[in-house]
């Protein structure tokens, strides 16, 4: 079974820092890997995703993260931040369920904080 | 194009009662997917439909059902509601029919409180 962990719950930084948020996974198979955002009192948003190839995935708004298969991790970073990235980052794995059907898993989230 | 929106945004609901919460995918997405979040489990998976049939489920009890009709359109429905459910309640729709390499959009959520 999959399992996907965030290990900071808060991350908060200045405005224009480099911030990165962490993501490990564990499963048995082959996954892909995504990043969402949930700004304030809305539903979430697609990032990024790693299906194939490239091991470096970018994404919306300069984020970009990289696939480190060896260590089942997928980090988000974003070289310097703004006020209004300040959301909730969720990490999630797709992993294949039986047949043509996968699942979904997301992490706990970290809630990223930027401070001016 | 409009995006995925779930009624209602927020409600109230007592201890025993049951609630319907309804989503409409975005145009010509056949897949939604419920989610339900928490401050302490984060987002939970409860059940996907793809045209008309459920095609994976979450690890809920019975008490949480859900159903999509011809035109996409889904409902979950929560009976003898515990305290326990207050939560925000995310619906997400899909093109491709798959959780894998598809995109999923998700609506603003329903807001359920349940005192």
């Known amino acids: 079974a999959q399992s996907v962990t965030q290990l900071d719950s808060q991350v908060p930084v200045f405005e224009e820092a480099p911030v990165e948020l962490r993501c490990n996974y564990s499963?048995?198979?082959?996954?892909?890997l995504f990043w969402y955002v949930q700004y304030p009192n809305q539903g979430l948003q697609l990032l990024l995703k790693?299906?194939?190839?490239?091991?470096l995935v970018k994404g919306i708004n300069g984020f970009e993260a990289e696939f480190n298969k060896s260590q089942t991790s997928f980090h988000l970073r974003k070289p310097s931040v703004h006020i209004s990235d300040t959301a909730e980052y969720f990490c999630?794995?797709?992993?294949?369920?039986?047949?043509?059907?996968?699942?979904?898993?997301f992490g706990k989230g970290t809630l990223l904080t930027v401070n001016p | 194009k409009a995006g995925v929106t779930q009624t209602p945004r927020y409600l109230i609901k007592t201890r025993g009662q049951q609630v319907t919460l309804s989503c409409s995918p975005i145009s010509g997405h056949r897949s939604v997917s419920w989610y339900q979040q928490t401050p302490g489990q984060g987002l939970q998976f409860l059940f996907e439909y793809f045209s008309e049939t459920q095609r994976n489920k979450g690890n809920f009890p019975g008490r949480f059902s859900g159903r999509q009709f011809s035109n996409s359109r889904s409902e979950m429905n929560v009976s003898t509601l515990e305290l326990g459910d207050s939560a925000l309640y995310l619906c997400?729709?899909?093109?491709?029919?798959?959780?894998?390499?598809?995109?999923?959009?998700f609506g603003e959520g329903s807001r359920l409180t349940v005192l």
């Open positions: 499963s048995s198979v082959s996954v892909y």
């Open positions: 997400a729709s899909s093109q491709q029919g798959s959780l894998s390499t598809g995109e999923l959009f």
């Open positions: 999630a794995v797709s992993e294949n369920s039986g047949g043509s059907n996968y699942k979904l898993t």
């Open positions: 790693y299906l194939s190839g490239s091991t």
